[in-house]
DNA sequence: GCACGATGCCAATACGTATTAGCTAATACG
DNA sequence: CGTATTAGCTAATACGTATTGGCATCGTGC
């Protein structure tokens, strides 16, 4: 057993693809390549393809990735995973990334901090990162600096971005609450410096001035945008003395809204008998709520599609003007757990 | 401008941190590379310590995976990254991966096939992969031949595993009910080659059986593993007439709970009071119902995390025997979906 | 003064691929 | 027939790191 350079275990590389076509591997590099303008001919082509079909050749990604300073990978940074909105962005980012041959690594930020994460990635070399439910805050320059980036519901000068129409989804919640009659309503969400959630709540309130009412303070509840966070809101707003109760709420997050329709229901108070609720998003979850949570749907796979259309464009075409698009429109979604005043 | 070869915009590498600091790229390495036992005098070290910090050096995980032959990556696919638990299982992986300096590409099965997703992984260098939810029938070794594998709720006598005890789970869940006074149960689960789903039927029926109990087939629901298929089991349930018709149901997957629970509430069926449901998985789900579903608890994070560390070891020290462990135990729940019969 | 073992550092090479300059043989053109 | 041109291929190099064998240098012991 003279040498084991040959183990049969490692897997095949282009210099053994090389050797058993009888060719170099500069050739074999060229004809799996992928580039179809190559020169070769018909005949050598054919004995390398079917020698790297009979070893199982499988390029090796690190290797193309280091010599063409490019990994084919792109990182998906959210806040939070288990957040099924998120998840759906990622979705959306994966199956248009796939269909370009990129590999997406997602990662949320409940384990590590954002800049550590970010580090990470850029030590693998990702060749691009989408953030979503990050505010300009957390975007110092520090660790994006070299990236291509591109932002979900962020708008930003230094990077471009997909968006929802936010105002919209605030508007459309108050306008479908006011329609019903509702003239006590609340605001439940996040004290987020995240310009998405910021902007359904300018929209909610916009929509109330319009209709010269205001909202005073005890109804405005700043909670996190977790089930939780939902939960404590409604449980303060049921504990306002009757004259100031409202009959309706609009949570800028669906899990918010899960968390206060389990509060009235918990108390006894029935909805959408005594109160009414309208979420923001259109997760699954609303669907699995009973009853049904009325909530203005915010097409998440599609921004996460449209963010990774914007990012691989760039990065296939160097000097592609990333044009940043409309807003993609929302629409309230009427379920059970909204009615008449 | 006679080259752009030294481009400041390029992320440093060691020939530059070598260069600033007067010494080889080989030295630079040493000192970075981490190996606390290479000989390097305590000058010089801190003179390139100094010159990559005014660099930002940040190694190329990239290059070194190259040549070190691991990537310092491992990849866990499930089927349903949407499903909290499988979410949960990656999320005990990510942190002790974290801890561990891996970084773990998390990924399912929806967008692609799990043989290409194995593929890519593989391309990608990951030094091992976490399987969970996959059934022995595809487990081929098709794409798996050369990888470490660890396996979560699937015993297999090629690649070492970890286990929740999913027979446990079942009779955990039908003592209860047993216990309540039920005697006309339903059972509501995916038809799974799965080993772990099928292990938390077989316990619900051990558990009948030894309490001298049998199910006719009317009241045995195979259906998807999701909401709906939730939905359509107790439904079917409800269907049935009043004499044949359960008074407590378990679910083998919290998301089918939360569907049979929907069914309930909608056709006007009291829970608990006409009909107990029991879950398995206690995802954070349970919890946002109304009423709050019992159900058992499964350790998923922990499971992420003992797989992620049987792993790991093995990665880390060549030779690791990788000693199984006990199946992590499971308990009920008990919260306000069930009562007497 | 010399042999000897440490110590500190570096040159060279490898990892698996892409890419380019260049070589040979064949074809086109005058 | 001689010269351009082209097609088809290869040798050589680069990507950024880890690793190893070996070269100086320096004490140390006799």
Redesign the interface.
Known sequence: MPTRRSDS?R?ATTHDVARRAGVSQATVSLVLGGNPRARVSAQTRERVVRAAGELGY??????R??VQRK?Y?IGVMVPD??N?FF?DVV?GV??VA?EAGY?V???DV???SPQRHL??L????VDGVILDGFGALALQEHALS?MKVVLVDEPSERWPGVASDAIGAGRLAAEHLLALGHTRLAFAGPASDVHGLRMRERGFFAALRDAGMTLPSERLRRVPPT?SGGLAAMKALLALPPAQRPTACFCAVDLVA??A??AC??AGVAVPGMMSIVGCDDV??A????PELTTVRVPARELGARAARLLIKQLDDEAAAPKPGKPLPVRLIVRGTTGPA
Chains 1, 2 share one sequence.
Do not use: F
């Open positions: 275990a897997p499988r390029p090796n990604l690190v290797a990735g280091l990994s990978a995973l288990s099924p998840l979705t994966q199956r796939a590999v690594l997602p990662g409940r384990e590590v580090e990470a850029q030590a693998r070399q070299g089930v899960a968390g329709l389990k229901l918990t699954e979850l669907r699995v709520l009973t």
